[in-house]
């Protein structure tokens, strides 16, 4: 399939891109690494006036570390996350989540902005984002703004993001030192999108108290689920088998996914449960805090 026709900018500033943004009065799109939005041309599922590139905009490709953030220029790769060693050392969440994104060829042109901003239910980065409680940064024609997590995704597809906007930049706080963490995921192969996926992070104090825990779902609902009731568990009963057993039956009652061709929702549900429950021990077992 051909792509319909389409005049092609490619600014070499967010201000030239949020010009051409407005020239366009919202029929234009935004093309960065092309890996969802080029099918859905090919598919004709998209038929903007125009794409503004913004591949030829060095200054949206960074990360940086400051004041116990991470931040990520929207334009910087999922590919170079996964090696960086900042990310590692930082938001290791982050780093073994991106392994779980497609294949190496789309992870070298797909970008966490792109990622973000496309808002596909069962992507991986969107999960992380609600588990580490992140925030993303927007420039548009009345100036620029932070979205917190909770606030950007909608539903299927759709964030809070206005048509003449640019997502300039995700900013995700530094996990604490020996955090635990884990994302499970399930998919019919791999590469696939999630059929449901789960970030897990665990904070344990000497003692085995549980100081902090953070669970997202991907691919349980139209959008990521925070798992907070079963959060909660975590945090007043520990991290013992029992309590795990019950966050995961707790989070299995805290999504409402759909059914579809690929799984039902109870199928869905049941696997949030599973997932849940795997991911927590795998976390708490790597990081030494198994009981
Ligand atoms: C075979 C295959 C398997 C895949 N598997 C997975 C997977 O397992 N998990 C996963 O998460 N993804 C997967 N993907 C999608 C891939 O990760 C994409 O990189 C990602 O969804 C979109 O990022 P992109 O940079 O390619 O964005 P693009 O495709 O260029 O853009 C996607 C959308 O976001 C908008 N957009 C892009 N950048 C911005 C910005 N800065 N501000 C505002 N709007 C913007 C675009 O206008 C477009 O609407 C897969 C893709 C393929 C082809």
Redesign the pocket.
Known sequence: MKPPKFDYHAPATVDEALALLGRYGGEA???????????LLNFRLSRPAALVD?NRIPALAYIRETDGQVAFG??TR?RTIEFSPVVNAKLPLLTEATR????LP??S???I???I??A?P????PAVLAALDGEVRARGPRGERTLRAGDLFQTYLTTS?EPD????EVRLSAMPAGAAYAFEEF?RRH????IVGIAAMVVVVDGGRCRDARLATAGAGPVPVRLRAAEEILVQEGVGERAIAAAAARAAELVSPDSDLHASADYRRNLTRVLTGRALTRALARAGRSR
């Open positions: 799109k935004l093309l960065a690494g092309g890996q969802s939005l080029m099918p913004l929207a334009m999922q779980w994104v497609g294949h789309i992870r042109r797909g970008t902005g792109g990622s901003a496309h596909d069962s992507a991986e980065y993001l906007e640019i997502l300039t998919s590469g696939d999108f999630a």
